[in-house]
């Protein structure tokens, strides 16, 4: 069965430092999304992304956050300056369409845990 | 994005059904009601969505009250794999790429 991969699964990195977390979403799936959660709370929408930009950002998704589809199989996640409040699980997720009429189950995969130092 | 209410736990007994209940008092007519869950250490997977009908798929079934403000997510026997935090989640029909989730129902299944 086709899934969503993640790397690394565990980054630590020193606050101020820029990190680049990598998501291979399903081959055939044009839409795709970042989340986060923060360890004991609720999943937070950060992004979504068609057609090479983004369609949908959250508050949380400010300046020093950027998305890019670098190739025809990779997502990526830039952190330009990380914080201490940036230490969070971060997971891709992305689906075949985007609007909710439509079977567009969102596949998520198993998340990159962000430790900032 | 219309807001849900879940209970913050539930408790089952294996192999019992469970109902888990979701109010939605302001959904919209262009509002689909999503279910995700997210197992321990797991990214959320989804399980089931519908729109005014009542929806079975080989995970669960979705009850949808007839004025559509609340709905409840049936599985039929627990098993302990089904210990999760389950999400009901309301996407516009036009509008919507991203999902936003609450704090969904810690389901504990009990051996």
């Known amino acids: 069965e086709p899934e969503v991969t993640q790397t690394p699964s565990h980054q630590v990195t020193q606050m101020g430092q820029e990190v680049i977390l990598r998501c291979v979403p399903i081959?055939?799936?044009?839409?795709f999304y970042w989340y986060r959660q923060i360890l004991g709370q609720k999943v937070e929408f950060l992004v979504s992304f068609y057609n090479n930009e983004i369609s949908e950002k959250s508050e949380i998704f400010d300046d020093q956050f950027s998305v890019e589809r670098p190739d025809g199989s990779n997502f990526t996640l830039k952190i330009r300056s990380t914080k201490l409040e940036d230490s969070a699980m971060y997971f891709c997720?992305?689906?075949?369409?985007?609007?909710?009429?439509?079977?567009?189950?969102?596949?998520f995969g198993p998340g990159t845990r962000l430790t900032v130092l | 994005d219309a807001k849900t209410t879940q209970p913050n736990s539930m408790e089952s007994n294996e192999e019992e059904p469970v109902h888990l209940p979701c109010n939605h008092s302001t959904i919209s007519g262009t509002d689909y009601i999503h279910w995700y869950r997210q197992l321990p250490s797991q990214g959320p997977e989804y399980v089931i969505h519908?729109?005014?009908s009542n929806v079975n798929n080989r995970m669960a079934s979705l009850a949808i009250a007839e004025d559509r403000k609340s709905s409840t997510l049936i599985l039929h026997r627990a098993t302990l794999r089904d210990a999760a935090v389950y999400y009901c989640i309301l996407r516009d029909i036009y509008n919507n790429n991203d999902m936003r989730f609450g704090a969904g129902t810690r389901l504990t299944v009990k051996p």
């Open positions: 519908g729109l005014t």
């Open positions: 081959s055939n799936h044009l839409y």
């Open positions: 997720a992305s689906s075949e369409e985007g609007l909710a009429y439509s079977y567009n189950e969102q596949f």
